[in-house]
């Protein structure tokens, strides 16, 4: 026990944080109203809200709150829905002010192992669009410069892909 800003008449009792460890001083007044309530853990405020941001995310992902509907049928994913080693891809994908990436684009980003770019468009082959099955989805590039492109409306890069491959197979065969 210590007193606190040099007055004598106030004595102070010493919390260390659980999680980091450090150290703080309060006036035992204080420390009663804090011990009266239930929640009081005796971490420090940066752990604290470290420790309330995951309760709140474990919170959101019972509850199933990391993806919901567009109105134009399109799932879209928050953070809450990704696992937290995928957050730089997601954060790549993502828009600052929205936060969100299409279920479709993440899919194939997740099976491509990079972000897409921004000229990569995902179509769903059966034009179902919350069927977001890797077999389902299909990579094309918008843009007319792009190889195999026709008049601007982008390449299905699934179809060029498996012409491609059709096109060594029969020159094998001369």
């Known amino acids: 026990m210590r007193s606190l800003y040099g007055h004598e008449g106030t004595k102070c009792a010493k919390v260390t944080c659980p999680t980091c460890s450090k150290e703080r001083w309060y006036p035992l007044w204080q420390l009663r109203q804090f011990l009266k309530r239930e929640n009081f853990s005796g971490h420090c405020r940066p752990c604290g809200v470290a420790a309330l941001r995951a309760g709140h995310l474990r ?16 799932v879209n994913l928050t953070v809450a829905g990704i696992d937290l080693n995928d957050l730089p891809m997601f954060r790549a994908m993502s828009t600052p002010a929205a936060a969100r990436v299409a279920e479709h684009r993440w ?8 972000p897409l770019l921004s000229v990569e468009c995902i179509d769903h082959m059966d034009g179902d669009k919350t069927n ?4 389902n989805l299909r990579i094309y590039v918008r843009g007319k410069n792009q190889p195999g ?3 601007g409306y982008g390449t299905y890069y699934h179809e060029w892909q498996m012409a491609l491959a059709k096109i060594r197979e029969l020159e094998s065969a001369l």
């Open 107 to 114: 899919v194939m980003a997740k099976h491509l192992g990079r």
């Open 149 to 151: 492109s026709g008049h």
């Open 132 to 135: 977001n099955a890797i077999d």
């Open 59 to 74: 919170y959101v992902r019972s509850k199933g709150y990391g993806q919901h509907m567009t109105s134009n049928g399109y």
